[in-house]
């Protein structure tokens, strides 16, 4: 156990530094030092959300203040039956989400690979390989959209011209794709960094040994690496997955949803609802609907986190 | 007990790459990494000069010459636009996105650092719940509670103040710091906190001379990973602020419309928005999988 040069593990089964014996005192320390965060978190997280609940059942638009009515479900069936956007934004975000993971799960597991070998200027490398993960989203997003993406001035066009294929506007004509391809530019660093660290705890020895009985390149990285990985790749599509079914930023900054709707999805369907219609009720009918939809992935999500702090 | 990756650098890895596999390396991280060299590149160019086709990236100082009639991918560098993009300014963006950075940081390290010392040592009962709490906060998604946070914090008289930004980068990263700083102070081998208990040393005494130096280290990692998320930040910032709060990502809120007119100075101000986290990034990379994942990864 403790010859894993690389420890994957949430709270270690260790043996407890403080006896809690005749510990009353200490009891009631930790509770003075974890109650301030815990108080922070509750106030400003989770009543939050108890609010959005109870708004949720309202019939509350802010450009008429003085007329809110209690409204029982009715935002709920407005949502799900009579808004022509919601299931559009659902299947976008739906496709933004898993489509953006998978290829951000592909490239991250190559670039790991890749950074996974010694060769001069690896560090480099592997440091240009993260850097997507780190520019703010709003500025990644306009230079896709401006010099990478515009179809007369865009590096990515007059490279596709140079080998003779059409132009092509982007974000105009398949909005969804080229915002997933912001977001996986974005996101596979993430899942190199969470791949490689996975690839790095696979013993030198056991990939030598194959290599020393004849397995091919691929068939070390078919039977040997991904196997060894699967765990890893579940930390990484999950948590992704979490992070990037709240995307907004890229879309705000490059179609605001368009052309018509066909790049919205849910959280920027809730930010229009909110801050353009103002209707309080219909955004947190809708708030309440997402995080239903990420507790139902998280609670999957935690379990892998808390099968991997049993540390198998 | 638990052993620690070695440094990543110090990490063999696989032995003697295959030609290819460097070949591979360079060439699909120089793709990858393009973008970036474009942008700075386009910031350092006239207007005219942006939009010239083949792509220029190489500054040629000195040379003056028609954008069009410069050496292939080479332009003539100039700083006329970040100039402009600090007399529109940009500064106090700048400034107030700091505010936010340090001020988020000090609260999060304020209720973070006992709370996760606590937890790492299992001084109450409940750790395991208590950090899953923390964890499934931060899957909360933001528009979950974005609008009675918009209507408390207009009723608090907080809309467009930089407090309200503080308070929700201070939530945003308070699950992850905790959960990094637990994965730092776990490392801490118990024995030296024991010889400490033995010393009758009280728990400030214990945390402030003896834990928190030798976690040094982490909390400069845990502060960094922090920094890039309210840094970068733009969700609340542009639901919760309008003029008077507002931060570098809500500068760049200008350059939405422009179509194609001012890509230099879209550039100026976008490599002036990203370099310091891009730098700060760079400076924490080894913990940055660390932070990422929550302290699942080390």
């Known amino acids: 156990m403790s010859t894993q040069p690389q420890t994957l593990a949430l709270p270690r089964r260790r043996p407890l530094p403080i006896p809690l014996v005749g510990a009353l005192s200490n009891w009631s320390t930790g509770k003075t030092l974890v109650a301030p965060a815990v108080v922070f978190a509750i106030i400003v997280t989770q009543l939050p959300f108890v609010v959005t609940i109870w708004y949720s059942l309202l ?146 020895e056991i990939r030598e040994a194959a290599r020393v009985d004849g397995v091919s390149v691929l068939q070390e990285f078919r039977y040997i690496v991904l196997p060894h990985l699967s765990r890893f790749i579940q930390l990484g599509a999950l948590l992704g997955s979490v992070y990037i079914v709240q995307e ?65 | 007990m638990a052993v620690r990756a070695a440094p990543r650098s110090a990490t063999p890895g696989v032995e003697r790459a295959p030609i290819g596999i460097a070949v591979a390396g360079w060439v699909l991280a120089l793709i990858g990494f393009f973008p970036v060299i474009y942008l700075v590149a386009t910031s ?148 030296v906190v024991q010889a400490a208990r033995v010393d009758g040393a009280d728990v400030w005494t214990e945390m402030t001379r003896i834990i928190l130096p030798m976690v040094a280290p982490g909390l400069t990692a845990t502060v960094f990973i922090g920094a890039i998320f309210a840094w970068n930040e733009f969700f609340f910032a542009v639901s919760l602020t309008a003029t008077k709060a507002t931060t570098v990502p809500m500068f760049m809120i200008g350059f939405v419309t422009s179509e194609g007119l001012f890509w230099a100075k879209l550039a100026a101000a976008g490599t002036m928005a990203m370099l310091p986290v891009v730098l700060v990034g760079w400076l924490a990379q080894r913990q940055l999988v660390r932070g990422l994942s929550l302290g699942a990864v080390k």
């Open chain 1, 59 to 204: 019939r509350w638009n802010l450009l008429r203040p003085d007329n809110i009515q209690f409204a029982g479900l009715d935002n709920y069936l407005f949502v799900i039956t009579a808004d022509p956007v919601f299931p559009v934004a659902l299947l976008n975000t739906v496709i933004l989400t898993i489509g953006s993971v998978v290829f951000a799960l592909v490239m991250g597991l190559i670039f790991a690979e890749l950074v996974n070998h010694r060769y001069p200027g690896r560090g480099i490398v592997r440091t240009m390989f993260i850097t997507p993960f780190l520019i703010m989203p709003v500025v990644s997003a306009l230079t896709w959209k401006n010099m990478m993406l515009n179809p007369v001035f865009g590096v990515v066009d007059y490279l596709m011209q140079l080998v003779g294929l059409p132009a092509v506007d982007w974000l105009a004509q398949f909005p969804l794709f080229a915002i997933t391809g912001i977001v996986v530019w974005r996101w596979a660093p993430f899942m190199m960094l969470i791949l490689l660290a996975g690839m790095q705890s696979l013993s030198d």
């Open chain 2, 44 to 191: 350092l160019k006239t207007e005219a000069a942006a939009v010239v086709l083949p792509p220029t990236f190489i500054p040629l100082p000195g040379v003056n010459l028609a954008p069009t009639e410069m050496p292939p991918f080479t332009f003539a560098p100039t700083f006329e636009q970040y100039q402009t993009i600090l007399e529109r300014g940009f500064g106090p963006f700048f400034g107030r996105s700091l505010l936010a950075v340090i001020g988020s940081a000090i609260l999060v390290l304020l209720l973070g650092v006992p709370c996760a010392y606590a937890l790492a040592f299992r001084m109450i009962e409940s750790w395991r719940d208590t950090l899953f709490f923390f964890i499934s906060t931060k899957f909360l998604p933001p528009v979950g509670i974005i609008v009675p946070i918009y209507i408390i914090i207009n009723n608090l008289g907080l809309l467009d103040n930089l407090v309200a930004l503080l308070i929700m980068y201070t939530a945003m990263n308070l699950p992850i710091a905790i959960w990094m700083l637990r994965s730092f102070f776990e490392e801490i081998p118990p024995d």
């Open chain 1, 248 to 312: 907004f930023d890229s879309i705000y900054m490059t179609t605001q949803g368009g052309p018509g709707t066909s790049s919205t999805n849910l959280p920027f369907l809730i930010y229009q609802i909110a801050f353009n219609k103002k209707d309080v009720g219909e955004a947190s009918a809708l708030g309440v609907m997402v995080v239903i939809l990420t507790i139902i992935g998280t609670q999957y999500l935690l379990r892998v986190l808390a099968r991997l702090s049993e540390g198998d």
